[in-house]
Nanobody, 123 residues
Framework: QVQLVESGGGLVQAGGSLRLSCAASGRIFSINRMGWYRQAPGKQRELVASITSDASTNYADSVKGRFTISRDNAKNTVDLQMNSLKPEDTAVYYC?????????????????WGKGTLVTVSS
């Protein structure tokens, strides 16, 4: 079983910065892809950014140039540095992990999710 725990959300003024962190725990050997999704009130959950174990990244167009995703494969952590925040970035941000290989070398392709952390950007 894999658990994801996010931290770092909060209230920030427009133009400010926040850093989200996520730690994966469990009997993990490796994680293929980790990422951040967000869900604003009344909207569907959307991909914000993702990063593979070989550091290939993918960003939503709306955050390119403002957000940076990074990970530590040894610690099974993923961070999201968010700069130049806008009110439209307000959402619950969820950590995601896909393609988990356990210490027993069992592979699980389904996604794992954290409980989410709220980011509120005031205008």
């Amino acid at each position: 079983q894999v658990q994801l725990v996010e931290s770092g959300g909060g209230l920030v003024q427009a133009g400010g910065s926040l850093r989200l962190s996520c730690a994966a725990s469990g009997r993990i050997f490796s994680i293929n892809r980790m990422g951040w999704y967000r869900q604003a009130p009344g909207k569907q959950r959307e991909l914000v950014a993702s990063i593979t174990s070989d550091a290939s990244t993918n960003y939503a167009d709306s955050v390119k140039g403002r957000f940076t995703i990074s990970r530590d494969n040894a610690k099974n952590t993923v961070d999201l540095q968010m700069n130049s925040l806008k009110p439209e970035d307000t959402a619950v941000y969820y950590c995601n992990a896909e393609g988990v290989t356990t210490l027993l070398r069992n592979y699980y392709g389904m996604p794992y999710w954290g409980k989410g952390t709220l980011v509120t950007v005031s205008s």
